[in-house]
């Protein structure tokens, strides 16, 4: 049974960093790109950031470009979100995902697992 536990919210100020984790088990998907979602209250699930299978391509949304930083590790299975200079609009469930494909779509039709969050809050 494939699982993806994501790690590392928490509540922060506004300015902090945060780092999460995303552990995948039950099978590898070092041949398949991952990204991190969010959605926050009211809103519609957003795309955070994306890499490929790799980790030689990353692809940003706008709103995190310059701040976000994500990364891979396959050999344990994990992919990471490095968050530095966190704002309140960033305060949202985040959720990691599995692609269909080698590289990271926007869309979250492309994903086909997902993990359940982890609450991330910016105090302002």
């Known amino acids: 049974q494939v699982q993806l536990v994501e790690s590392g919210g928490g509540l922060v100020q506004t300015g902090a960093s945060l780092r999460l984790s995303c552990v995948v088990s039950g099978r590898t998907f070092s041949n398949l790109a991952m990204a991190w979602f969010r959605r926050a209250p009211g809103k519609e699930r957003e795309f955070v950031a994306g890499i490929s299978w790799n980790g030689r391509s990353t692809l940003y949304g706008d709103s995190v470009k310059d701040r976000f930083t994500i990364s891979r590790d396959n050999a344990k299975n994990t992919m990471y979100l490095q968050m530095s200079s966190l704002k309140p609009e960033d305060t949202a469930v985040y959720y990691c995902?599995?692609?269909?494909?080698?590289?990271?779509?926007?869309?979250?039709?492309?994903?086909?697992?997902w993990g359940q969050g982890t609450q991330v809050t910016v105090s302002s």
């Open positions: 995902a599995v692609a269909r494909f080698s590289q990271p779509p926007t869309s979250a039709g492309g994903y086909n697992y």
